[in-house]
């Protein structure tokens, strides 16, 4: 074999193998990206909404007017979320605003992590927001109960700190 030949035929090799090894790479990925779309569904289903579901009838009972809502954020990334306005009669606008306190749980599907956000004053001047990666079994009763009591205390508290005096 000449010279030439064999050193093209060693790096034909060498791209054929290393264009191999990144498929399998990329193979894996969607496996797990995959596995991580039906745990997160499955958590959804079986646990977030329930318990979300639970916490805007709670707050209705109580004469707050809060939703629920799954949307699609970016990167086509999932997630579900409690839109509450935190003033007992005050109605929630259609669509979202600074207003408003936010809990969402999001689906960083390439990372295969989820996002738990808790924006419980939004307004202009606050900084009371907080986000935490965790894998997926974290979205249990224990601590969605856990995370909706301490957004709802400080949703509820920042309001009367801010409220104008006289009310």
């Known amino acids: ?5 064999k050193v093209t035929t060693k790096i034909d090799a060498e791209i054929l193998q290393k264009q191999e090894a990144d498929k399998k790479v990329r193979e894996e990925a969607q496996v797990k990206r995959v596995k991580f779309q039906m745990e997160w569904q499955e958590a959804i289903d079986k646990v977030a909404l329930p318990l ?3 916490f805007v009838a709670d707050a209705k009972a109580e004469g707050y007017h809060a939703a629920v809502e799954q949307i699609t954020a970016g990167n086509n990334d999932p997630a579900i979320l409690i839109r509450l ?3 007992k009669g005050v109605p929630l606008p259609p669509t979202a605003t600074n207003q408003e306190s936010v809990f969402q749980l999001l689906a ?5 992590k989820v996002v738990f956000g808790s924006y419980p004053d939004q307004r202009a001047g ?3 927001t907080t986000k935490h990666e965790f894998g997926v079994p974290a979205i249990n009763r224990e601590v969605l109960s856990r995370n ?3 957004f709802l205390d400080i949703a509820i508290r920042a309001r009367l700190e801010r409220a104008p005096r006289g009310h």
């Open 52 to 54: 979300f579901n639970e």
């Open 148 to 150: 909706f009591e301490e």
């Open 85 to 87: 306005m935190p003033e």
């Open 108 to 112: 960083k599907v390439q990372e295969g």
């Open 126 to 128: 606050a900084s009371k």
């Open 1 to 5: 074999m000449s010279i030439f030949k």
